[in-house]
């Protein structure tokens, strides 16, 4: 079997998973032009149809369904092969696709994934970073990167060790005129920066103590959807931001920002890496498992 037909053949699967050419190309890399062309191809080499496409939708047709329940096994078998065969590289190589949501991402890039790719630099790490949650598996990425309590209870995790908690920050010179609040009920009197969630919900802010919750629906004169955005808002006086500590954690020690409200912000769960079992762990992933088990040895 050529590379090509194994390409073609990834193709038809991806694009029986995504329901779309367009997710297919994204996830394969390579344009919409190109995959519809290779598909048309290998369509008329087969002397059938694979696919019902219109404007709007994509869909199997029934001989594309029964070609896709005959191959799939077999594309699983022989990937398992590669990857076997992969496994025992002396150098590992290849791709890692990682999903994440963004914040979770930027506590680990420097210390983790950057420090990874200098100790192995044949590897290209494709990370992805989005606000909801998603099917690693079905979306064809290798880990994902989520807090423990949002880990699928059929993946194997690997809890990273990071104290983690919110951050309700402000510039000293806006502490300075405004005041400082001293429980939550105190952010009414306040200017706050109010932040859209990825949803587009408008975050109410939550905080805990002594097994006391309440959420704040906060006012102010600005909503942001980009936490980075928060962090500017507050570092130039506009108002008082909730934010990861993680994010403003240099500002806070360089006198930038002060934290107010610390003890109604408690520790949040852990981030973990999770991935399914795995029969034949390319190289480059089983590096990448030690180098977290190492850095959550570190930071535990």
Known sequence: ???????DLDAVLS????????????ELGMSTTALSNSIAKLEQRLGIRLFNRTTRSVSLTDAGQTFV???GPAMADIHYAMLAAQSLQATPTGTLRINAFASAAREVIAPLILSFLRRYPQVHIDLVTEGRLVDIVAAGFDLGLRQTDLVPSDMIAVPLGLKRSNAVVASPDYLRIHGTPTVPADLYRFRCIRARLPNNA????PFEK??????I???????????SLVRIAAQNGIGLGYVMEADVRDDIAAGRLVRVLEDWTPPLAQLALYYPSRRYPPAAFSAFIQAAREFAAANG
Request: proline share 2%.
């Open 217 to 227: 629906d906060v006012q102010g004169s600005i909503t942001l959807d980009e936490p």
């Open 1 to 7: 079997m050529t590379r090509s037909v194994i390409a």
């Open 202 to 205: 408008l975050l109410r802010w």
């Open 15 to 26: 694009i029986a998973r995504q329901g779309s050419f367009r997710a297919a190309a994204l």
């Open 69 to 71: 329940e005959r191959v």
């Open 210 to 215: 002594d097994g006391n919750a309440v959420k």
